[in-house]
């Protein structure tokens, strides 16, 4: 698993056990405006759940990476994208240098959705990946990587968390 988080910037894992906190079906979102994205609103009972997970995830996964991680206080839960997300980009500017995706639906070909990641320097693609439900992307947010979603072709639900964390840098660079 290092391995690839370390030379690909990604690690791609199923694992329904890691969502066992969240009930998907009894969220509550915002309206989703003109951005087309809605936003979990975070009411004790979902902010626990939330919580919840990314601890079981740091303990599970990011403690293989990292021993001595921490937690990140950016926690967010999304229904569909938003403009930004649909530009290679890097996460690194808001602080935490891993991010570990978590997809509660299906996406493929006809329905859009692609996560890609890519070399920084290169702009090589690395992987084009349309991930399916109970999905986790381990993302490491070095400089190196960059990564995109390729649009929506139909309106389905795409239901994703994203948990932050920090890790030792040295580990990344």
């Known amino acids: 698993m290092i391995d690839s988080f370390l030379n690909n910037g990604f ?5 329904n056990e890691s969502f066992k906190f969240i009930d998907i079906n009894d969220i509550k979102w915002s309206d989703a405006g003109h951005v087309g994205l809605q936003v979990v ?3 004790e009972k979902i902010q626990n759940e939330l ?3 990314q601890k079981y995830l740091g303990e599970k996964y990011v403690k293989q990476i990292d021993p001595n991680y921490k937690l990140a206080n950016k926690i967010d ?8 997300t649909l530009e290679w980009h ?8 891993l991010c570990i995706l978590a997809y509660f639906d299906d996406m493929d070909d006809d329905i859009g959705g692609a996560i890609c990641f890519r070399n920084s320097e290169t702009k ?3 992987i084009k990946y349309y ?7 381990i993302m490491n947010q070095s400089l190196k990587y960059e990564h995109i979603v390729t649009p929506l072709k139909l309106k389905l639900p795409r239901r994703v968390a994203s948990f932050n964390y920090y890790i030792n840098e040295r580990i990344t660079k």
Do not use: H
Request: aromatic share 0%; proline share 5%.
């Open 77 to 84: 839960l999304v229904n569909g994208m938003d403009q930004a």
């Open 124 to 126: 090589e693609e690395l």
């Open 11 to 15: 690690v791609i894992l199923n694992d």
């Open 90 to 97: 890097n996460d690194l500017i808001e602080g935490p240098n």
């Open 51 to 53: 919580l919840s997970t």
């Open 41 to 43: 609103i975070k009411e």
């Open 131 to 137: 991930p399916i439900q109970n999905d986790l992307v």
